[in-house]
């Protein structure tokens, strides 16, 4: 097992730990603001974790063939029954965070039962033969291992679920699962899929909003999980946690106020802003000032300049 203590920058951990809390004061969260972002990210993740393993639709694609069960010209059905059956999937790992059902193989396996169905006969089943992952360096372990190994994985979550003396950081415990998961590639196929299902699975347990990846990280996403594979969990650990960070963020930008999402060419506006939108773009990628990036443009907020003014400000 990794040192988890030094496996996340502190900072982040830090921010996410009082956003957490914020976000925690607030609860039970209004309804109606939640059930607006809960379907944005049920779309964005589906349509980003899907173009991540190369499906073709688009966003909007995406959004006509969910919301309006539209079938787009020129593309598979295979590309649409991804498209369903994810969205599907996410619905289903939403109701077993509400029901508290534990995370355990029926669970898993009924997960990429909906992701797979109807693409593969193998549909909720873990695989009996082995496999080669094309460009890996790494090869999944002989199939007769993986309900053993599956089994200590399991055993692990809800240990960390359970048990409050033994509990690691819930986003470190994530990105472990999400790595081990796919290290371990249980099924044939949809290995990837189920792995930001059942890490979503596991943060909505914890009380975290569920994340996306995105499919314009897809090659730092397969980069970090080859770190990984050779022993460094750090990259892939500190990937997961600034996606909480910033689906908190999203999250806490319901309440507007201090926590108001506002695009940088309009924050560098502000007579409290001693920055221009360039330097304010410049220290977002860097990641020193708290940001989103949304389609092309990044936002962040009022609280975000303020902390940041305090901490870098001469």
């Not at 048990?163 to 999400?178: G, L, N, R, S």
């Not at 940088?264 to 989103?292: F, H, I, M, N, T």
Request: charged residues 30%.
């Amino acid at each position: 097992m990794h040192d988890t203590d030094t496996l996340i920058r502190s900072d982040l951990l830090e921010r996410i730990r009082h956003k957490k809390e914020r976000l925690d004061a607030h609860r039970p969260l209004p309804e109606s603001a939640v059930r607006k972002l809960r379907d944005e990210l049920r779309l964005l993740h589906t349509y980003h974790s899907n173009a991540i393993e190369g499906n073709t639709l688009t966003l909007q694609e995406t959004k006509l063939v969910l919301e309006e069960g539209i079938t787009i010209g020129g593309k598979s059905l295979r590309e649409h029954l991804e498209a369903t059956n994810l969205a599907e999937a996410y619905d289903l790992i939403e109701s077993i965070a509400k029901e508290k059902r534990e995370i355990d193989h029926t669970t898993i396996q009924q997960i990429h039962e909906v992701v797979v169905r109807g693409i593969r006969v193998d549909a909720g089943k873990y695989r009996v033969h082995n496999v080669r992952i094309t460009g890996a360096t790494k090869t999944p372990p002989d199939f007769s291992k993986v309900t053993r190994m599956m089994d200590d994985l399991i055993a692990f979550l809800n240990l960390n679920l359970q048990d409050k003396e033994k509990k690691k950081h819930p986003v470190k415990t994530a990105a472990f699962m999400h790595h081990k998961l796919v290290e371990i590639h249980p099924f044939t196929d949809g290995n990837g899929r189920v792995a930001r299902l059942l890490t979503n699975l596991f943060l909505v347990k914890e009380g975290y909003p569920p994340i996306v990846l995105r499919k314009e990280e897809r090659g730092k996403y397969y980069r970090f999980l080859r770190l990984a594979d050779e022993g460094n969990l750090k990259p892939f650990a500190n990937f997961i946690a600034k996606s909480v960070d910033e689906s908190l963020t999203l999250y806490l930008a319901i309440f507007g106020g201090a926590d108001e999402l506002i695009a940088l060419a309009e924050l560098a506006k502000l007579k409290e802003c001693p920055y221009s939108q360039e330097y304010l773009a410049l220290r977002a990628r860097q990641g020193l000032l708290d940001a989103v990036k949304i389609g092309r443009r990044w936002f962040s907020t009022r609280r975000a300049l303020e902390d940041y003014i305090s901490e870098h400000a001469k």
